[in-house]
């Protein structure tokens, strides 16, 4: 079936550091993939997505590139802030039903 | 001018109740959703409407109800209440024909039974 795998966190950070969070997923098909953020007592804020291979999807400094051939689509930022901190999700769109990964919660130190 | 909104935003109440949470949004989609968020912040599909027609159907006890009068609204309700249905509850919506990731997200009902 379809799903999504993302690392665990937490990952706690220092300002200004460089920021990887893995997702891989599985699906058949060719699935839209999206990151979503969740700041501490909001909603979920789409962040940026992908809908064919080798697209990339950015947005506020985070970009991830849609890759078919090792189904990952990991999310980057090259200098993170302390407004970063926020759960982050990876999900996808298969047959109209987006399915969301475990989430990552990310805290970056000043 | 929020897109969507969830109401109430906390909701503290008995087992064995039963309660309501409503949610609209004024994006004009036509498809509406509803998502639990567990402790460990999983979250989880639970119905999914579309034009006032449900769609997707989770899983989910036959304690929990969703209505939808019109697009503009979809409502939860949960008779019965239990222990495990603490969680915070997420309404969002979106358009048809996009990309259907693209959901718009209200900020949440946290449910919390006693």
């Known amino acids: 079936g379809n799903s999504v795998t993302q690392m665990e966190g937490p990952v706690t950070l220092s300002e200004e550091a460089f920021l990887t969070i893995n997702c891989t997923y599985t699906a058949t098909g060719y699935p839209s993939l999206f990151w979503y953020v969740q700041y501490p007592g909001e909603g979920l804020q789409l962040l940026l997505k992908?809908?064919?291979?080798?697209d990339k999807g950015s947005n506020k400094g985070f970009e991830a590139t849609y890759r078919k051939e090792t189904t990952s689509f990991h999310l980057e930022k090259g200098s993170v802030q302390v407004s970063d901190s926020a759960v982050y999700f990876c999900?996808?769109?298969?047959?109209?039903?987006?399915?969301f990964g475990k989430g990552t919660r990310l805290h970056i130190l000043p | 001018d929020t897109a969507v909104s969830q109401t109430p935003k906390y909701l503290v109440t008995q087992m064995g109740n039963d309660k309501s949470i409503k949610c609209e949004q004024n994006?004009?989609?036509?498809?509406m959703y509803w998502y639990k968020q567990d402790s460990k912040k999983f979250l989880k599909i639970m119905f999914s409407?579309?034009?006032?027609?449900?769609?997707i159907n989770e899983t989910v006890p036959n304690r929990f109800s969703p209505k939808s009068p019109d697009k503009a609204h979809l409502n939860l309700h949960i008779n019965s209440l239990e222990l495990g249905d603490s969680a915070v509850y997420f309404c969002a919506s979106s358009f048809s024909g996009r990309p259907r990731g693209e959901q718009y997200f209200g900020p949440g009902t946290r449910l919390t039974v006693t």
């Open positions: 999900a996808l769109n298969r047959d109209d039903k987006i399915i």
């Open positions: 992908a809908t064919k291979a080798d």
């Open positions: 409407y579309n034009n006032k027609e449900l769609i």
């Open positions: 994006l004009g989609h036509d498809t």
